[in-house]
């Protein structure tokens, strides 16, 4: 799986839009990214994936560079409950059962 | 559907002495897996169980650590004896086996160790 690097942490006003990018320069052209994100004192959950177009569910959207060699991440109304660590995370889809390899993430804090 | 349930939710343990954790999958999830979480790092795997054999345990440190799933449901993880740096988050996480995307991963909200 290619690797990714992300900000350690950012810092998003409540109610604006958190933006947070993801660097991936060595994705391979069948490797999806993938958003998950870990809440205090819980385990990771998924947000969002996509392969080159930009997409968007009740979570958030994510947009791809059109090289592919980065996206971010857009949480379009930031709440304190999105305060959390974020984790991109490139891969192949087919790759089947084999586990999350996780980085470390950028730790974003919603401010009131 | 009921998610993954892990406990204890919290353990304090002095070094050198053994510990023990549960996790229940979700109900029909073939693979389960166990990650270790230190603080400010991102969860790294220990072993992954296909019903109730290993898949993957080559970042399991066997001269301390074991794990089981003898009936391909539950699962156990121990630590015996441990260590100070063994305290982090222990996370259980399990998947259908049927593939699918990478959504299908479902985590517990994990069991926190303290080794004093």
């Known amino acids: 799986d290619a690797k990714t690097t992300q900000p350690t942490s950012m810092d998003c006003a409540e109610g604006r839009a958190a933006n947070l990018p993801c660097n991936h320069s060595t994705i391979s052209g069948n490797e999806y990214v993938y958003w998950y994100r870990q809440i205090h004192s819980q385990g990771p959950q998924y947000i969002i994936h996509?392969?080159?177009n930009n997409e968007t569910n009740e979570m958030a959207s994510l947009i791809i560079t059109e090289d592919r060699k980065s996206s971010t991440l857009i949480l379009p109304h930031a709440t304190l409950r999105d305060t959390a660590v974020y984790y991109c995370?490139?891969?192949?889809?087919?790759?089947?059962?084999?586990?999350?390899?996780f980085g470390k993430g950028t730790r974003l804090s919603v401010i009131a | 559907e009921a998610g993954v349930a892990q406990s204890p939710r919290y353990k304090i343990i002095e070094k050198r002495q053994s510990v023990a954790f549960w996790c229940n999958p979700i109900?029909?999830?073939?693979?389960l897996y166990w990650y270790q979480q230190i603080l400010g790092q991102g969860p790294k795997l220990l072993i992954q169980f296909q019903n109730n054999g290993v898949v993957d345990d080559s970042q399991l440190p066997k001269d301390r650590f074991s794990a089981e799933r003898l009936k391909g449901v539950d699962s156990t993880l121990k630590i015996q004896p441990a260590k100070l740096e063994d305290s982090a988050v222990y996370l259980c996480?399990?998947?259908?086996?049927?593939?699918?995307?990478?959504?299908?991963?479902?985590f517990g909200s994990g069991t926190r160790l303290t080794v004093v």
């Open positions: 995370i490139v891969r192949v889809a087919s790759s089947g059962n084999t586990p999350l390899v």
């Open positions: 996480a399990s998947r259908d086996g049927a593939g699918g995307a990478v959504y299908g991963y479902t």
């Open positions: 109900s029909g999830h073939a693979t």
């Open positions: 996509g392969l080159k």
